[in-house]
């Protein structure tokens, strides 16, 4: 793999599923993985094989139609997690199982009621057992983003050396800043042993709004995985957007860091997974919502109407959106209704569009948008005929 690849490891069928009622039955789980791997994704992370018969179920049937991403089940750090999850991986072409375990000082004493050393036998355990079944084994420390950088090296090197492949740095409660964030994975660069030989992935909360941010902080400082959701669904405030940083290192070619992923295909995913979980996006979510590529002011319709990268930097037809929208509404000006009624018909001249358009204004006040028919009231109103 290339330095400046990032790998894309979607856990929308694990993590995503999470979300109170999103949860996806095993068909559905299929539909979506197939979709995934289409788009390009590297890792299917397609859910935790001991916390039901039904995901156990879902995993396996995952495992025999992915025909080119990695599938991944995620495991807790004891030996009957991690058999159950291989079991259920047996089908894969390319199986790993994700096992870990909380490193932080709260998990280390309060949730596991242990010790920082205790905590590392535990770890390496679980490489070890889960390396006995798949050579690609991936070890999450769990909130990492509260866990001291010093400790947290410690028990990279041991996992590195009980043979895990990938190392997930978790800020699991979204708490970090980009720079704090950046700064952890740039020290374990610096300081463990063996480093080099695995592969960073970044896994970012969004509790603070940070986790795309965060996620790109870390591949900017030496991460080569980010663990992202389509639609940024996930636990709590969601994880990191998969269309985010994607078209973040689409659009920033100086960044030097690329995917496989097919941005053509960001859309109907994004659409798709609506669709499945039931969980809409808001209109203004990033490169798939609704209006990411809607222009409503004036100024901005005239912008976009004569050179379209006045107001948008990314192409639309490069996440699969056929045109960009220009609404009508009070707020829109003559250029934008002059477009909008070309595209229905009315070729309006200067004099015309002067005449029309005070009326336009005034009906525009009485609704929150323009559509076509309206359109046509209007010209019918103004006397003016389609060509």
């Known amino acids: 793999m290339s330095k400046n690849r990032v790998q894309i490891f979607d856990t929308t069928l ?30 299917i992370e397609a859910g935790f094989p001991v916390s039901s018969p039904g995901d ?23 030996e009957n997690d991690i058999k159950v999850a291989a079991q259920s991986l047996k089908y894969a072409k390319r199986p790993r199982i994700h096992t870990g375990i909380g490193t932080s000082e709260s998990h280390i004493k309060y949730k596991f009621n242990s010790t920082p050393e205790q905590i590392i036998e535990r770890a390496v355990n679980a490489v070890k057992y889960a390396k006995s079944f798949v050579e690609d084994v991936e070890f ?105 940083v994607v078209m973040i290192m689409k659009q920033h070619p100086n960044l030097n860091l690329d995917t496989n992923i097919n941005t053509q295909m960001l859309f109907s995913t994004s659409k798709m997974v609506q669709e499945h979980m039931g969980m809409q996006v808001q209109p203004n979510k990033a490169v798939v919502g609704d ?70 204004l005034k009906f525009a006040d009485t609704k929150k948008e323009i559509i076509d028919n309206d359109i046509h009231q209007l010209m019918e109103i103004s006397k003016v005929v389609n060509y």
Do not use: W
């Open 14 to 43: 694990r993590d995503g599923e999470q979300v109170p009622g999103c949860k996806l039955n095993t068909n559905q789980k299929i539909i979506i993985a197939e979709q995934l791997d289409t788009l390009g994704v590297d890792v």
């Open 56 to 78: 156990f179920k879902s995993v396996e049937e995952v495992s025999k139609i992915v025909k080119n991403a990695t599938v991944c089940g995620l495991t807790r750090a004891n």
């Open 291 to 360: 209006n990411a590529f809607a222009h409503s002011s004036g100024i901005h319709q005239d912008g976009v109407i004569k050179n379209r990268e006045t107001y948008e930097i990314m192409d639309p037809a490069d996440v699969g959106v056929t045109e960009s929208s220009i609404i009508l509404t009070a707020r829109s000006g003559r250029a934008a209704l002059a477009y909008r009624a070309k595209n229905i018909g009315y070729e309006l001249t200067k004099t015309q569009l002067d005449s029309v358009y005070p009326e336009f």
């Open 140 to 244: 999450y420390a769990e909130d990492a983003g509260r866990t001291n950088n010093e400790y947290l090296a410690r028990v990279c090197e041991a996992v590195i050396k009980a043979g895990a492949t990938v190392l997930n740095i978790p800020d699991t409660t979204g708490y970090c800043l980009p720079e704090e964030y950046g700064a952890k994975i740039k020290y374990l660069k610096e300081n463990v042993k063996g480093i080099d030989n695995v592969i960073l992935s970044c896994h970012c909360h969004n509790d603070l709004g940070l986790a795309t941010a965060n996620a790109m902080a870390g591949v900017q400082n030496g991460a080569r995985q980010i663990e992202c959701t389509i639609n940024g669904i996930g636990e709590r405030a969601g994880n990191t957007a998969l269309e985010e």
